[in-house]
């Protein structure tokens, strides 16, 4: 798994930037809000997920591990894949989608664009307790600050899924399986984690 490309900012635009990595250049789909982050920097940081399949092996990357935990807990959620959870994370900031799920403003989430009222409502209702739970009364917290998911169960769910996908699953179907399993049990180690989501796959 690929944690972070740190390197020099050798193309950018606002939909992707190529990170030099002592002459391996890395393509990197991101979103607008890291764009804003880095944009007339000559290196930066970026938080990576892969998204591996069988026709494609995409990275997206993120200016902060903040963002990215949202784009993981986007993902999960039934219909959105990862284009349309960068689309989201380009309309609004991090602080802003806690808010809207929290508050369930169905309506602005439905204003960003491929997002109707019935995907919208179950981004909100899949997602208003995890983020509830995780951040508590910190709604309001700045970026980066609270961390959407505690960083074991984070690191349990990249690692279950890396072993899922490496196994030959796919990937989107593996990342429902192993939140629904987190969700369940929260305290499961990563074996137990895999196998519970091999009998479900």
Do not use: W
């Not at 938080?47 to 995409?58: G, H, L, N, Q, T």
């Not at 989430?109 to 919208?120: E, P």
């Not at 890396?162 to 593996?174: E, N």
């Amino acid at each position: 798994m690929i944690e972070y490309i740190k390197g020099g900012i050798a193309e950018l635009s606002p939909a992707t930037a190529v990170i030099d990595c002592n002459g391996l250049g890395y393509a990197v789909n991101i979103s607008l809000n890291t764009y804003s982050a880095i944009q007339g920097k000559k290196e930066c940081k970026l938080y990576i997920y892969e998204a591996i399949r069988e026709d494609a092996y995409v990275l997206y990357g993120f200016a902060t591990k903040q963002e990215r935990e949202l784009f993981l807990l986007l993902i999960s959620v039934s219909g959105i894949g990862g284009n349309t959870a960068r689309m989201i994370l380009s309309a609004l900031t991090p602080t802003e989608l806690i808010n809207v799920i929290g508050s369930e403003n169905a309506s602005l989430l439905k204003s960003v664009k491929g997002i109707g009222l019935k995907t919208a409502q179950r981004i909100i209702v899949d997602l208003k307790d995890k983020i509830k739970g995780s951040l508590g009364s910190g709604m309001e917290t700045s970026e980066g600050s609270t961390p959407l998911l505690s960083p074991t169960i984070s690191r349990i769910h990249e690692e279950a899924v890396a072993a899922l996908t490496m196994l030959g699953f796919p990937q989107p179907a593996s990342q429902k399986v192993v939140t629904a399993i987190l969700k369940e049990e929260p305290s499961a180690p990563v074996e137990q984690v895999i196998k519970l989501a091999l009998k479900r796959l």
